[in-house]
């Protein structure tokens, strides 16, 4: 039966797809083709490899995205996207190009050596591109706020009625300058430059608040509605640090422990250990960087002692009995041991580990998603 399957290794780009055809039963690969990228006549490369056997596909995880995948499954040819950061490289090998990569990618794949990522459906792509498109507007935002800083320092114009920026008091200066560019020495062509800075901001600001809009409506819709409502428990987590996680992640269930949810996000430490000797360094930040800068950002709320504020208590408002118990005890939990790292190497590493330790937490809410027996002894 093995020897008549045949294991595609695929490199593509924009341009162009290049195959290298691997039968189970072959040292190494048989041919190696370069195809336009288009789907009529890749399927019909396709269809005549079928003839001689029953196909196996893969690719590296790129800006190609998923479609690849979708039309070849839907084709009929089973595929598997993998990750590209966990290839084996071969020690010494300096070269590197199209063909040899689809090479030892169906070499791999026959193998067993690549890991697999999971594809989400059409649907969870699009949800999870908006969640994205609000954090790239983001970052936009902050980008824009800096120049206009920065604008204003090189002009000899930094603020210094307040401590902080972007308050009300410090948009009332803006506006004062923007109103009177003269007095405070700004030429026609600085005025310009000014106004133009603060339109941008204020058109970013506003996307977002409309991004926010939509974002909360999503988290009320039935794919979501009961995965935000338990994450949302946890302190440091709001509606949209939840719909985060929920559309990042997807299925929890595909991680059978919280260490592997923990490697997945790359917040365990990296390791070069032999014989007695252990070293452990930094996070490795692999993975989903989307979803670790959501949890170390909540990894910060639990410096404070454990508390239930106002909108802590409403987000909780309606959620099983259990995932709020637990959630309490990871306050109490969380809140040791950052005072307890905090005090050895500093809040910067106390955050990482509290951030690591969150993700255990959360991850046994998503084992036993009802509240049930098993949570309840966690």
């Not at 190609?64 to 070849?72: D, I, M, P, T």
């Not at 979803?291 to 454990?306: E, G, K, S």
Request: hydrophobic content about 40%; aromatic content about 6%; charged content about 20%.
């Amino acid at each position: 039966m093995s020897a008549s399957i045949i294991y595609l290794g695929l490199d593509v780009h924009k341009d162009s797809i290049t195959i290298a055809v691997l039968p189970a039963d072959a040292p190494t690969p048989t041919q190696v083709d370069r195809l336009p990228h288009d789907s009529r006549k890749l399927r019909s490369y396709l269809a005549r490899l079928a003839g001689h056997g029953a196909l196996r596909c893969c690719y590296e995880a790129s800006g190609a995205g998923y479609v690849l995948h979708r039309q070849l499954t839907q084709w009929g040819y089973p595929c598997a996207v993998v990750a590209p950061s966990l290839i084996p490289q071969r020690p010494g090998h300096q070269r590197k190009h199209d063909r040899y990569d689809a090479r030892q990618l169906a070499r791999l794949y026959r193998a067993g050596e690549l890991t697999v990522i999971r594809i989400p459906t059409a649907a969870e792509e699009a949800v999870r591109d908006l969640v994205r498109c609000r954090a790239a507007f983001q970052r936009d935002l902050l980008r824009s706020r800096q120049r206009v800083l920065k604008f204003l320092r090189r002009r000899g114009l930094p603020y210094t009625r307040g401590k902080s920026h972007w308050t009300q008091a410090h948009r009332r200066w803006l506006a004062a300058l923007l109103a009177q560019p003269a007095s405070a020495g700004l030429g026609a062509e600085d005025a310009m430059v000014l106004g133009e800075q603060l339109a941008l901001v204020g058109y970013l600001e506003q996307r977002r608040v409309e991004l926010d809009r939509q974002i909360q409506a999503l988290a009320l819709t039935p794919t979501l509605q009961a995965t935000v409502g338990r994450l949302s428990c946890f302190r440091g987590l709001d509606t949209h640090a939840a719909v985060v996680l929920a559309t990042e992640l997807g299925d929890w269930q595909r991680f059978t422990t919280a260490g592997q949810l923990m490697a997945y996000v790359g917040l365990v430490p990296r390791e070069d250990s032999s014989g007695p000797r252990e070293r452990r360094g930094s996070i490795t930040k692999a993975g989903n960087a989307y979803c670790r800068h959501v949890l170390v950002q909540a990894a910060w709320a639990y410096r404070h002692p454990p508390a239930v504020g106002a909108a802590l208590r409403a987000r909780q408002a309606g959620q099983p009995a259990a995932v709020v118990l637990h959630s309490g005890k990871a306050q109490q939990r969380l809140h040791r041991l950052y005072r307890r790292v905090a005090a050895r190497r500093g809040a910067a590493v106390a955050v990482v580990a509290v951030a690591r330790e969150l993700v255990g937490f959360l991850w046994a809410v998503e084992q036993a998603p009802s509240g049930g027996p098993q949570l309840a002894a966690a």
